[in-house]
């Protein structure tokens, strides 16, 4: 059965006994007693997340849950709905794991949304929402979620960390003391990321893998409306994407701030950059294309691949090798590329090992080697209205 709102949690058994519930909750440790709680707002322990249960508006509160506990949840569904406030205590938080529901929704515009945060006012005093379970029908739409993340735990380095699956819609995610949103290296299936805010993070607002970079905003199905993302206040204001092998085809959506890139992606699918886009790679990194790549722009505003220290050599560059990529040709028109040829055999800014590529309307700069490195003389290019500036070993090598 289905509990719905819990109006009194009587303390009719003994304390102990709400230790350790729902397969390993962690109970926090105030004798009994929940501090700042002013409104009378219902209390609930690990123990009553047991079964299914429905969290939504107590008329007349402003306060109208609070959780004294770190919730460990399988096989149970947990809503939260329409406007209600939850609050937690310190170290509290919730992890669904890979049998439960997530269900934390409000209709954005109907009702009012639903407020996740600390029952005290402080960046990283409760931990934040964990998701392990993936599930197609996993929702968090119409939510605030203030004040959460960790710097120590790793189960919570972001206010909602994700190694599942969920769809986030339509929220904010405040002040956290950490990342904003984590997705760890290995996630689920049911992903969706659009129309969310993400302000004053500790670090990053978006960790995320190369592969599912894409997921961030774009078109929601199947209504085909595109959504904007918006971030500000974060330290940095840039998009966090870890080294992966990207087997399927990725888009790069322009987000408003840049994308970070701390090591090699690797794209075996078609990889798509959009207008404005700018990526930034770290010392050491590369883009590695072994499929095809779409960066063009034709609105006047260039795509842009540089180096995180704008030092000439500060990253490897872009590496196209698509022999086995058929007939298809990959195309950079209008883009900029510059501080690339970092110390690695055969660098440049771009560096052409097979396949059929189109550069046009182009800046190649700042180059430690090459602006263009061709290493097979067989390779069809095409080389239009391009300007090379200051690439130290020439601005386009055949070697």
Known sequence: MKATKRHNIFLLIPFLLSLYACGGGEKNNFDGQVPNNPEGATVLGCNDFNNDIKLEDEPGRQVDYIIDCLVIVDDIEIEIIDGAVVEFTENSGIIFKQGSRVNIFALA???????????????????????????????????????????????????????????????LINNSANYGVYYEDDIGTWNEFSNMEITNSASYPVRIGAQEVGELGGAIPPLGITVVNAYSGNNPDRIKVFSEVAEKSMTFRNQGIPFEIDSTITANGILSIEDNVELIFKSGSRLVVNLQISAWDDGGDPIIFRSHDDVAGGWQGILIDTEDGGDGWSTLDNVIIENGGEEIFGSANVSIASGNVKIRNSIIQNSRTCGVRITDPGILSTDLNNTYLNNQAGHICEN
């Not at 945060?117 to 960046?123: A, D």
């Not at 993340?149 to 339509?170: H, W």
């Open 109 to 171: 515009g109907a009702v009012p949304k639903v407020i996740l945060r600390g029952n005290q006012s402080q960046s990283g005093y409760w931990k934040g929402i964990r998701i392990e379970s993936d599930q197609g029908s996993n929702f968090m739409q119409g939510v605030e979620v203030h004040g959460a993340g960790s710097k120590s735990d790793s189960r919570f380095y972001g206010a909602v960390t994700i190694s599942g699956g969920v769809k986030l819609r339509d929220s």
